[in-house]
Structures are given as structure tokens and as C-alpha cells.
């Protein structure tokens, strides 16, 4: 193999990053990395001989060639669904319980499906929970494509599933039958043994003992782990439970020794450590972390070391597994990997592993700012002190007690584990936020990457390393401080939130969405673990525009669809303070959750006005203390750059003729209609007056109350004006400098 490689034309790290731009060019349809990719080719033909760049222009044709035919079957698939599925065959180590909500993946003729289903009995989901062979079900139910990204920068549950195989999700409405069947598949069987060893550690191990077990040992993080798992992500350490190169590192070389001590040879060990690996990555359920350290361990016994065996472990899996680049954890796998490989020096104590700490969290930053958009400066520390625990103490330890369980499980260790909890939730307490960047744009992504390769480079040089890091730090700074206005009304679902930042970087939130709490009662059994609305959409979508901060928080009425989010908000950012209606602050439920914000409020009645965008919100209404109902919603209007808006809160008719009669001469160019489109709010009267050239309806897809109400978009398009539904658009932004440009997510 070392011949093979020496036989190239050019250096094969120099190959892979060819081949990396290519990749993205085609599956992502990127014109800056089609562009990245002539111009490094350019470069090739003026640094090595021409014969040499022809050679590597065939080898980048062949892998063009095969990037195309994975395009291409992957758009067939998502063109080619199918109308029904009558069965599927259980994925075993995919299934997850979650209160009654019961999701796993499904085979059928082919056909991987995303399944969910609401379990019907307590005794339903037991079975379930218990299920560790390989199960068909014979069914009768909905097939629906997945849901697309939804806000700027959000997740794209569509194209998440793409990367795994996945065109269609199946929701069950009914199980005819269910029965064990066999298999000759070996990723169906692996699913099932990794399957079984969760339930045996799940059955003979006390929480939290058993979720640590199940994490470090096959990479399997159950819901009842969602607290933890939360207080480990704030703190930037979660991925101490992604399987990686310590763990492949531990059971690769124990498995070594273990057949060198049974009179093994070498050689024949070198052949068993394959099936051995394919065993171990279906354990930990194939993970990207897992495979990429599975084939640099098997390519350097081959004696492949260093660059060469990191671009040739990428080179396998641009074969192998062609949606691995798409996927975060595949990108941020190979990203530590190389990081690592460039920067590694012989050195040995806690100084030299701290210098690594350190280098690894500085070179990723780019890329995970891409990603999250925020990085904790703790996880530095928490990292160098954790990763001794979980790698030098937890993982040997709990591989031995899950080997003994076998005859004797031993839970009296329990008691660290609840230990380690404690002192996690401490220090969460006592750390401080993350420190929010905002997630670059594919242009300044590419820039902060390559200024970071010329720091290391000229690491030795003090002025050249001093310039390149103060543009380092100014990329960072048009990241979190984009020079322009902004005006963003959030698809939150069936709920209303709206961001205004002006290029000073003021900012102002009006309301937080959130969730109608539901009056239906359930049992112990059905209680689930759950993530807010504001979790998925707003929080995240704040920090990768850069917000850590939020001057001025309005909540504009009382309702659960606007408010509901709060505590969930105020934990996240710092926000400067809380404006209400005098109103509100009568109902003691809300004042109670105004309370728990630990936040300072502030009463705003009719009149005052709010400073951004260079001229300022005026509070048109309340102008009398109600009882906080929907008529005692806070309107809010301005001129705002070159446009007009009105922000009407949850403003019903009677609102609506009182601010008529207060304001006759009112010119509004965009309307935030009130109520998400009922047929309660939005008048003719109100509509034709106005007579806006943009309606703006937040609400959400397939809502149960079926909104926006016909008779209200009738009502719009009689004044002739331009509708935009978050339902349908996903999310709306206003940008400009001097004038809106206007864009949405669909």
C-alpha cells in the first residue's frame, strides 16, 4: 500500500483536498466550491509537471464521475416514494420510547422509513421497551415526506434523513400484528445484538450508571438522559460520549492483546481485526465518529501513517459512505482528526495534553461556529479534566462490570455516577454562558479556514501571526455583527415571534412562541421528555445571527402562543428588560413566570416610544389598563426605514375599531396580522383602511384550529395584498441598509 501511495503524482493530503472541494461542488451544488476546485486545480498544473496534472484530473474525473451517480440516485429515490407500506421489519437498536410516543427506523422492499407511533397502553410500551429481536409489523398507516428547514440557518430534518437513506416518514395509525422473524442481513443482525446489550444494561444497571454504560460502550443516549444531556451540551463536553478514536483506541488493542496472549501471530491477527471491526461499528450503530477511527486504526497497520493515512481514510469514505461529509458529526470528526495529525508533538505529561486541549478547541472553532454558533471557553478546562475521567477511568471500569453482569452484576459504583451529576450541575451553575458567534457564511467560513492554516504556518513569525489573528478576529466579529438591518418574523409553529436588529446592534424581541398548554389529562406512563418551540427554532436561529444579548423584550398579551417560551429565552440570553401591558401584570400567572425570568419589567402604555432602526416603535395601544386579554394586546408601529409596519399583537375586532378611531390617518405598508389569520381579527373595515402592501400571518403548519381562517385570507386578497404565511414561506426577513429587501425561507 506504501508503494501505491508513493506512486501518485502528487501528495495524497494534497489529493484529498482536492477531491473535498469537488465533493461539495456536486452534492451540494456549491458555486463557491466549484470555483475553490478550478482554482486549486489551476495551481496544480503551475506546481507539478503537466503529465502529473493530467493524471490527478483523471483521478478527480473518476471520483466526479462517482459523486454524480450518488447525486443522481439519491434524487431518484426522493422522486420514486411510494403510496402505501403495508409492513416494515424493525431496526431493533433504533427504536426509541419517549412517554407513548414510540419512533424507530423500518425496512420495507428496499426501503428505509422513519417510523412513528402513539403506544396505546402502558402494557404496549413495555413490550417495546423490552423488544430486542428483529420484529415485522404488518400495519396500517400514513407515509409524508419529511419536514424541510423551516428558518434561516435551522434544521433540515429533510435533508438530515437524506444523508441516512431516508425519503419518507411512516406514522402508524393501527398494528394489525407483530412477529419475529429472521434475517440473513448482517447490519439487521449487529442492530439487533446492539439492541440486546442496551436492554440487558437497561434491565441489570441503576440509572444514571446504566445511560453512562450505554453511552461510552455502544453510543446510545436514551430520552431519560435528556437533563444531563443538555447540561453537558451548555458546557461543551458533550462529546465525551461520541464514540471515537480513544474508544476504537481501547477495545482494538484489548482485543489484540487478548488473542496475542491466545498464541496468535501477527499476521494472522492483522486479517481479525476486520470482521472484529465491522462488529465493534455495528455495535456503536455505525457511527461517523466510529468508522472514520476504525479505518485510520486498520489502514496504520498497514504501516499508512500520519497525512497519508488520514487522506486515504477520507478517499475510503468518499467511496464507502458518500453522505459521510454531509452530516456534522462526519465533518467535525475529520476536522479533530486532522487537527490532530497537523499539530501533534512527541511530548508526554499534562502540559503537553493541555496544549493539545487547547490547539484542537482553537482550530475547530470555525467549524463548529458553523455548526451551533457558539462555543463555551470552560470546555477547554472541562475537556482536559473530564477526558481523563471518561477515557483513563469510566471506560475500562464499565467495560469490566458490563462483562461480569453476566454473572454477577455489580451496582455499587452507582453512587460516582451520581457524584459526577453533581458536580456537573454545579458547575453548569457556576460557568458562564457560552459565548455566541454566529455562524459564518459559506465565504467567511472558507476565509477563517484558510487564515488559521496561515497561522499555523507562520506560527514562528510574531508580526505575520499577529496580523493574520486580528483578521481572525475581525471575521469573527462580521460573523456575530452583520453590518445590516434586519427585521425577522420567526416560523415558530402555531405561535408568534419577531426579531428587529439595526446595524448598531440594538435589538429588540416581540414575543417568544410557544405551546397552548392542553387540558387533556394523561397518565404517569404517557409523561415524555419534550423540547420547546423556542429550543428548535427561535433560540437557535438568535444565536446564528450573532445574539447573546436582547435589550428589549416585548411580550405583547398573555397567550401561551406568545409568551409560553419565556424562561426558556431569558436562560439563554441576557435580555436587558421585559415590556408589558399595565394590563397583563393583573394576572398572577403571568406575573409569577415574570418572577421566575429574573428579569427587570417594565409597564409601557400608549405613546411611549422604543429607539431602533435610526427612528423608533411607538406603542399605539393599550391606552387604558385591561385585564390582559387578547383587546390588551401591546400594537406597536413605526416607520421603519422605507416601510410602515404595524405589529398587532393578538388584537381581536373591538381592537382593531379602537385603534381606527384613535388613529384615522394611519399608513401601514406591512401588517402583522393578529390572532395567526382568525377570522376574529383582521376586519374589512380595519384592512381597507389600512390597505397594507404586505401581510405578514405567523402561524403554524396543519394547525388544529385550521388557520389562517378562509374568510380572512378572502378579506386579503380583495385589498389586493401580497400574503406571506410562515406555514407556507417557513420564515420572513426584512434586510437592507437604507431599504428592506425581503426574503423567506421558502
Not at 428496499?110 to 428483529?134: H, M, N, P, W
Amino acid at each position: 500500500m506504501l508503494q501505491w501511495i508513493k506512486t501518485l503524482p502528487i501528495p495524497l493530503i494534497y489529493l484529498g483536498f482536492l477531491l473535498l472541494w469537488l465533493y461539495y461542488a456536486i452534492f451540494s451544488a456549491s458555486y463557491l466550491a466549484l470555483l475553490g476546485f478550478v482554482f486549486l486545480l489551476i495551481c496544480l498544473f503551475f506546481q507539478f509537471p503537466w503529465k502529473s496534472g493530467g493524471k490527478v484530473l483523471a483521478i478527480c474525473s473518476c471520483f466526479g464521475v462517482w459523486f454524480l451517480f450518488q447525486t443522481w440516485h439519491q434524487t431518484q429515490a426522493s422522486q420514486n416514494l411510494v403510496a402505501y407500506v403495508e409492513k416494515v421489519r424493525i431496526l431493533p437498536d433504533t427504536i426509541k420510547v419517549n412517554g407513548d410516543s414510540l419512533s424507530f427506523r423500518g425496512k420495507s422492499d428496499g426501503r428505509i422509513f422513519q417510523v412513528y407511533y402513539k403506544l396505546q397502553s402502558e402494557e404496549e410500551k413495555e413490550q417495546f421497551q423490552a423488544l430486542t429481536d428483529i420484529y415485522e409489523i404488518e400495519l396500517e398507516g400514513k407515509l409524508s415526506e419529511p419536514e424541510d428547514q423551516r428558518n434561516f440557518g435551522g434544521f433540515d430534518y429533510q435533508a438530515y434523513l437524506k444523508t441516512q437513506g431516508i425519503y419518507q416518514t411512516l406514522t402508524i395509525k393501527s398494528i394489525q400484528s407483530l412477529k419475529k422473524v429472521s434475517s440473513w442481513d448482517i447490519g439487521e443482525n449487529l442492530s439487533a445484538l446492539r439492541r440486546k446489550a442496551v436492554v440487558w444494561i437497561k434491565t441489570h444497571f441503576p440509572g444514571p450508571m446504566r445511560n453512562y454504560m450505554t453511552g461510552l460502550l455502544l453510543g446510545h443516549l436514551d430520552t431519560d438522559f435528556e437533563e444531563m444531556n443538555e447540561l453537558y451540551s451548555s458546557l461543551g463536553i458533550i462529546h465525551l460520549f461520541a464514540l471515537s478514536g480513544m474508544q476504537v483506541g481501547f477495545f482494538m488493542d484489548g482485543f489484540k492483546k487478548l488473542l496475542l496472549r491466545l498464541g496468535l501471530t501477527q499476521e494472522n491477527l492483522k486479517w481479525l481485526t476486520y470482521p472484529f471491526s465491522l462488529i465493534y461499528a455495528g455495535l456503536t450503530g455505525f457511527s461517523a465518529s466510529v468508522i472514520r477511527s476504525l479505518l485510520q486504526k486498520l489502514l496504520a497497520q498497514h504501516g499508512v501513517k500520519g497525512l497519508d493515512n488520514f487522506a486515504l481514510t477520507v478517499l475510503v469514505l468518499f467511496i464507502i459512505m458518500p453522505n459521510f461529509f454531509l452530516t456534522a458529526g462526519g465533518v467535525l470528526s475529520c476536522a479533530y482528526a486532522f487537527i490532530l495529525t497537523m499539530t501533534s508533538k512527541k511530548g508526554e505529561g499534562i502540559k503537553a495534553v493541555f496544549r493539545e486541549s487547547l490547539v484542537i478547541s482553537l482550530g475547530i472553532l470555525p467549524i463548529l461556529s458553523f455548526y451551533f454558533a457558539e462555543f463555551q471557553p470552560w470546555s477547554i478546562l472541562l475537556t482536559f479534566v473530564f477526558s481523563f475521567l471518561f477515557d483513563l477511568v469510566f471506560l475500562p471500569l464499565l467495560s469490566i462490570l458490563f462483562i461480569l453482569s453476566f454473572v454477577y452484576p455489580v451496582t455499587q459504583f452507582n453512587f460516582v455516577f451520581e457524584w459526577l451529576e453533581d458536580i456537573i450541575r454545579l458547575v453548569s451553575q457556576l460557568a458562564s454562558r457560552p459565548m455566541v458567534f454566529g455562524q459564518p457564511n459559506a465565504w467567511l467560513l472558507i476565509l477563517l479556514l484558510v487564515s488559521l492554516a496561515l497561522v499555523y504556518d507562520m506560527r514562528k513569525n510574531i508580526k505575520r501571526l499577529a496580523g493574520f489573528s486580528l483578521f481572525i478576529v475581525g471575521l469573527f466579529f462580521l460573523t456575530k455583527h452583520p453590518l445590516e438591518n434586519e427585521i425577522t418574523m420567526l416560523d415558530v409553529g402555531q405561535g408568534e415571534s419577531i426579531f428587529l436588529r439595526d446595524l448598531t446592534g440594538k435589538t429588540i424581541l416581540i414575543d417568544v412562541g410557544g405551546k397552548a398548554e392542553s387540558d387533556k389529562k394523561i397518565e404517569k406512563w404517557q409523561e415524555k421528555a419534550t423540547t420547546s418551540n423556542a429550543q428548535r427554532t427561535l433560540i437557535p436561529y438568535l444565536k446564528s445571527r450573532g445574539v447573546a444579548k436582547i435589550d428589549q423584550l416585548i411580550l405583547t398579551n398573555i397567550e401561551k402562543e406568545h409568551v409560553g417560551d419565556l424562561l426558556e429565552v431569558t436562560k439563554a440570553f441576557h435580555v436587558g428588560e421585559i415590556l408589558v401591558s399595565k394590563g397583563s401584570l393583573t394576572q398572577k400567572e403571568f406575573v409569577a413566570e415574570l418572577e421566575a425570568s429574573q428579569t427587570k419589567v417594565r409597564s409601557v402604555t400608549a405613546g411611549e416610544n422604543l429607539p431602533i432602526f435610526g427612528g423608533y416603535l411607538e406603542v399605539l395601544s393599550p391606552r387604558k389598563i385591561g385585564d390582559g386579554d387578547n383587546e390588551d394586546s401591546l400594537v406597536l408601529y413605526g416607520k421603519l426605514l422605507d416601510k410602515h409596519f404595524l405589529f398587532t399583537g393578538n388584537l381581536k375586532e373591538k381592537g382593531e375599531k379602537e385603534l381606527l378611531k384613535q388613529y384615522p390617518n394611519l399608513e401601514v405598508d406591512v401588517l402583522k396580522v393578529g390572532q395567526q389569520g382568525s377570522k376574529a381579527s383582521s376586519n374589512p373595515v380595519f384592512l381597507e383602511k389600512l390597505n397594507p402592501e404586505l401581510c405578514l400571518i405567523s402561524v403554524g403548519k396543519n394547525n388544529r384550529a385550521k388557520l389562517p381562517h378562509q374568510e380572512t385570507l378572502t378579506r386579503l386578497e380583495t385589498i389586493k395584498s401580497k400574503i406571506y404565511r410562515t406555514d407556507q414561506n417557513g420564515a420572513i426577513r426584512f434586510k437592507g441598509w437604507n431599504s428592506w429587501q425581503i426574503e423567506s425561507v421558502r
